[in-house]
Structure formats: structure tokens, C-alpha cells
């Protein structure tokens, strides 16, 4: 039953994540890789406010936490978007990616956390 509610949360999660990735990079331009920060914002967010509040159980966990967050958020996107950032010279602003994607996920995270509680 686990493995069924974190495949129904990862049907949701990724095209969610590609809906307001091209949303978001449609309207704040190329440049940088603003979809992918606010994806992987959200979902530590949400992860936070799923696993910090104290009445949610496992089945919840991994339908939103396991499934939809881990669908919806994208490591691999942010480490290939920052090389080639890296790669095309654009030094500052793949710096800028990893230092504002850690300390926003890391703050959204906590403050989901937080307001669980």
C-alpha cells in the first residue's frame, strides 16, 4: 500500500513540477534557474510542514512527503542547471544559485516545520 501512495504522489509531484517550472521560467526569463528554485522551495516547504507536524502519519508522509515533495523537487535538476551556468562562464549567478537554493530550501524547510508545530 506505501509503494502504491508514493507512486500516486509522484504522478502528481512531477508534472506539477514541470507545469510551474515552465510557468515560472516563462515569466522571469532564462537567465537563471528561477523554476527550478521555486519548485525545490515549495517542496521543502511542504516536506517541512508534512514530517515537523506531530498528526501526521506514515501514510500521509508518503503520499506527500515521499511522493509528491520528492516528485515535485529536483536535485539533479539544480546540480546540471548550476554547471552549465558554471560552464557558460556565468559564474556569478551559479554561485548565487547554490548559496539562495540551500539557504531558501533549508529556510523553507524549517519554517514549514515550524508552523506545523
Request: neutral net charge.
Amino acid at each position: 500500500m506505501t509503494v502504491l501512495l508514493v507512486a500516486a504522489g509522484a504522478a502528481v509531484g512531477a508534472p506539477l513540477r514541470y507545469v510551474v517550472d515552465r510557468w515560472v521560467q516563462r515569466r522571469l526569463g532564462g537567465g537563471f534557474p528561477w523554476g527550478t528554485l521555486v519548485v525545490n522551495v515549495v517542496g521543502s516547504f511542504v516536506l517541512g510542514l508534512v514530517l515537523g507536524s506531530p498528526t501526521v502519519g506514515t501514510e500521509t508522509s508518503a503520499l506527500v512527503g515521499v511522493g509528491l515533495c520528492g516528485a515535485l523537487t529536483t536535485y539533479s535538476t539544480f546540480g546540471y542547471e548550476t554547471l552549465r551556468l558554471l560552464e557558460d562562464g556565468a559564474w556569478a549567478r551559479g554561485v548565487a544559485n547554490v548559496l539562495v537554493s540551500m539557504l531558501a530550501g533549508l529556510g523553507a524547510a524549517a519554517l514549514g516545520w515550524t508552523l506545523a508545530w
